[in-house]
């Protein structure tokens, strides 16, 4: 099949050379300035597609897509990489409408840096007219250094520099609430960025991408807000230390074993430490190892109704009515027969002996053979 992106090819290009054109979307300044930071901090995820026009000698490409990031590094100085494409002005149009449509979405934790680095611009275009953006970057310094000396509390520092935020962007865009809302910047999404900004990505840059990276966390805002609500610093990354040490573990386990029950510092009880690390380490076991392991399981209950509470779950969760035991060992005998003959489950050496063994307990009364 043959596409605008058949023959593309990907190459670097100063962004003074780009001609932008007439666009569909509409540029923001401030959004374009927080790109730009972004792309020379981390480097650039997404190239832009340019066409060629010859018979312009100053900027012989002429921009499809990437508006923001080729304005940011103009903005930056850098250099850009693009893809050239080709094809129809209709399909150029459709291939600018398309990619915003279908936009490769923020994980929480690129999004906040990206909200950040979003309002900071803003905060400078205003700061610039005044002649105060040393001053301004100050006070929002001092302010952080105050929650880590006790000072003040983290909700209010977040409280106070949400407030001062939302009131610089509604002054360089103008917007209404429903303007932000509808721009993903509602003051709720700001505070919600701004807290994984200040209180994980800002005190720990080297460990963001790996946090980012995993599979329980990384791409859950719920459970990284609450590694934020962690008062201390050092706590803080005791819980992503844990977290980047077990990629299974969810943010309450990972407290748990940092010694936070949660976010408000209550030590964990034994009993809570004793069910993280059960669940932990059974949740380490493949399914052949915890068949090996269930009779050494089941022998630790301490009374015959953990048993029974045990047998009943495990009932409702297999969608089976309780038998007894003959029934029971019968019902497994006829899957097990069911499944040799059929061949579409293997069925081991171990599975063949523990079935034996059941129905030999159940029907005759006898120990099943190896049993002490």
């Given at each position: 099949?043959?596409?605008?992106?058949?023959?593309?090819?990907?190459f670097?290009?100063?962004?003074?050379?780009?001609d932008?054109?007439?666009?569909?979307?509409?540029?923001?300044?401030?959004?374009?300035?927080?790109?730009?930071?972004?792309m020379?901090i981390d480097?650039?995820?997404?190239?832009?597609?340019?066409?060629?026009?010859?018979k312009?000698?100053?900027?012989?490409?002429?921009?499809?897509?990437?508006?923001?990031?080729?304005?940011?590094?103009?903005?930056?100085?850098?250099?850009?990489?693009?893809?050239?494409?080709?094809?129809?002005?209709?399909?150029?149009?459709?291939?600018?409408?398309?990619?915003?449509?279908?936009?490769?979405p923020?994980?929480?934790?690129?999004?906040?840096k990206?909200?950040?680095?979003?309002?900071?611009?803003?905060?400078?275009?205003?700061?610039?007219?005044?002649?105060d953006?040393?001053?301004?970057?100050?006070?929002?310094?001092?302010?952080?250094?105050?929650?880590k000396a006790?000072e003040?509390?983290?909700?209010?520092a977040?409280?106070e520099?949400?407030?001062d935020t939302?009131?610089?962007?509604?002054?360089?865009?103008g917007?209404?609430?429903s303007?932000?809302?509808?721009?993903?910047?509602?003051?709720r999404?700001?505070?919600?960025?701004?807290?994984?900004f200040?209180?994980?990505?800002?005190?720990?840059?080297?460990m963001i991408?790996?946090l980012?990276?995993?599979?329980?966390?990384?791409?859950?805002?719920?459970?990284?807000?609450?590694i934020?609500?962690?008062?201390?610093?050092?706590?803080?990354?005791?819980?992503?230390?844990?977290?980047?040490?077990?990629?299974?573990?969810s943010?309450?386990?990972?407290?748990?074993?940092?010694?936070?029950?949660?976010?408000?510092?209550?030590?964990p009880?034994?009993?809570?430490?004793?069910l993280?690390a059960?669940?932990?380490?059974?949740?380490?076991?493949?399914?052949?190892e915890?068949?090996?392991?269930?009779p050494?399981?089941?022998?630790?209950?301490?009374s015959?109704?953990?048993?029974?509470?045990?047998?009943?779950?495990?009932?409702?969760?297999?969608?089976?009515?309780?038998?007894?035991?003959?029934?029971?060992?019968?019902?497994?005998?006829?899957r097990?027969?069911?499944?040799?003959?059929d061949?579409?489950?293997?069925?081991?050496?171990?599975?063949?002996?523990?079935?034996?063994?059941?129905?030999?307990?159940?029907?005759?009364?006898?120990?099943?053979?190896?049993s002490?």
């Amino acid at each position: 099949m043959n596409t605008l992106l058949s023959n593309a090819t990907l190459f670097e290009l100063d962004p003074l050379l780009v001609d932008e054109g007439k666009r569909i979307g509409f540029l923001h300044e401030d959004k374009a300035a927080a790109i730009g930071r972004l792309m020379k901090i981390d480097g650039q995820r997404d190239p832009i597609k340019v066409v060629k026009q010859p018979k312009n000698d100053a900027q012989p490409w002429r921009l499809v897509t990437g508006m923001h990031r080729l304005i940011g590094a103009r903005m930056e100085v850098i250099p850009v990489w693009a893809i050239e494409v080709s094809g129809k002005p209709e399909d150029l149009a459709d291939l600018e409408a398309s990619e915003n449509l279908h936009r490769r979405p923020l994980g929480p934790l690129e999004r906040a840096k990206f909200t950040a680095a979003l309002v900071q611009a803003a905060r400078d275009r205003i700061a610039r007219v005044h002649g105060d953006i040393s001053h301004q970057r100050l006070g929002i310094k001092l302010r952080w250094e105050r929650v880590k000396a006790h000072e003040m509390r983290p909700d209010e520092a977040l409280t106070e520099e949400v407030n001062d935020t939302c009131a610089k962007i509604a002054q360089v865009y103008g917007w209404e609430e429903s303007v932000g809302e509808a721009l993903g910047m509602s003051r709720r999404a700001i505070h919600n960025d701004l807290n994984l900004f200040r209180l994980i990505i800002e005190p720990f840059p080297a460990m963001i991408e790996p946090l980012a990276n995993h599979p329980v966390v990384g791409g859950n805002a719920s459970q990284l807000r609450l590694i934020a609500q962690v008062r201390e610093e050092a706590d803080r990354r005791r819980v992503i230390e844990a977290l980047l040490a077990d990629t299974e573990l969810s943010a309450d386990d990972a407290l748990i074993q940092a010694d936070l029950a949660n976010a408000k510092g209550r030590k964990p009880d034994g009993h809570e430490k004793a069910l993280a690390a059960v669940v932990g380490n059974l949740g380490r076991l493949n399914a052949t190892e915890q068949k090996r392991l269930v009779p050494q399981i089941v022998g630790h209950f301490k009374s015959d109704e953990v048993k029974r509470q045990l047998r009943d779950l495990l009932n409702r969760e297999l969608k089976e009515e309780v038998a007894g035991s003959a029934t029971a060992a019968l019902q497994t005998a006829f899957r097990v027969i069911t499944a040799l003959i059929d061949g579409d489950e293997q069925v081991d050496d171990d599975t063949l002996a523990d079935t034996a063994g059941a129905l030999q307990s159940a029907l005759f009364g006898l120990e099943p053979k190896g049993s002490n």
